[in-house]
């Protein structure tokens, strides 16, 4: 082995002022651990960007909207930073509901029992009232469905759902707060491939009850998801967390040989063997990544890693504009 190869570990100094970027700088040669890795994630997630041949799928689940990194994930969508968007339907819950009520800062500790009593439902350290969710989205998505319904639109994709929404949501005062709402803007589809499982998806069901022809087209967004990474020289994605927003991103492309590039946030053990668990070189493998892309896995919360990559980001497009 040739250990000249392999450049010294340099201590950090950020006894002065220090801006993200010489932050990851030097946490590309000084950062042990997961620090070296959000370094070598950076590189990929700018390199991803910055290639206009590399079209950029985001996947996230829906927690992270009801957290203030809604906004990072906003802006990534505002400055057309994605080319397509892969989600839970609670995104689209969370999105919506913060337009009209708020979310609450709350803690891990809180007694649930009392909060159950109290009508606020706790995601983590976020408390979320009935009335900010449930109650608020049923009372405005119930008549905008069934307009939509009399009107004649009776069948949808989930894509067309979220543009749908995304336009709607433009006339809110508060409307360039939401993720939606940019992704109508700058016409960039969200596909959610699970949209009965929140409360958006359960007003469409309540819908359904009184007009039985309802419908959602899964398949239409299949096909749509099919045109998109063919028609894509290259291929990459920023997936935040698992489940089916990440399986979804890395089942498609495994029909175009596999992602060219990949950057994933987890906190997921390897271990038990589940998708949001398994690093990106698993996906190798089935062929859902090529065995040439680059990739890193990072490990950690994602409301500290995604607004770090995210600035960083921002300040090396500076940059170079």
């Known amino acids: 082995m040739d250990l000249d190869a392999f450049p010294d570990v340099k201590d950090l100094n950020i006894a002065q002022p220090t ?25 990929l997630l700018h390199r991803m960007v910055a290639n206009k041949e590399e079209k950029v799928i985001l996947s996230f689940p829906a927690a992270l909207c009801a957290t203030g990194t809604r906004g990072v994930i906003r802006d990534l969508v505002k400055h057309r930073l994605v080319d397509a968007i892969i989600t839970t339907c609670g995104t689209l819950d969370h999105d919506l509901a913060r337009l009209w009520e708020p979310y609450l800062a709350g803690s891990f500790e809180m007694d649930d029992r009392e909060l159950h009593r109290a009508g606020v439902n706790r995601l983590g350290n976020v408390l979320v009232p009935n009335s900010s969710y449930g109650e608020v989205l ?6 905008l469905l069934e307009a939509w319904y009399q009107s004649g639109t009776k069948e949808f994709s989930t894509r067309e759902l979220c543009a749908k929404l995304g336009e709607w949501a433009g006339a809110e005062p508060n409307k360039e707060e939401s993720i939606l709402y940019w992704a109508w803007k700058n016409k960039i589809p969200v596909f959610v491939p699970g949209p009965t499982d929140g409360s958006v998806g359960a007003q469409v069901w309540m819908t359904y009850q009184n007009h039985r022809d309802l419908r959602f087209d899964l398949l239409k967004d299949e096909q749509e998801l099919c045109d998109f990474v063919f028609a894509a020289k290259r291929l990459g994605s920023l997936m935040i967390g698992g489940g089916i927003s990440k399986h979804h991103v890395i089942w498609w492309s495994q029909f175009r040989d596999g992602l060219d590039t990949v950057v994933y946030i987890t906190t997921a053990p390897e271990h038990d063997g589940s998708l949001s668990g398994a690093r990106v070189r698993e996906a190798v493998s089935w062929g859902k990544v090529k065995e040439d892309a680059s990739w890193e896995t990072v490990e950690g919360d994602a409301t500290i890693l995604l607004p770090l990559l995210v600035a960083d980001l921002f300040e090396r497009l500076a940059e170079t504009t």
């Open 19 to 43: 801006r993200v970027r010489q932050l990851m700088q030097m946490w590309a040669n000084g950062g042990g651990f997961t620090a070296k890795k959000l370094a070598v994630a950076s590189d």
């Open 138 to 143: 049923e009372a405005k998505l119930r008549p």
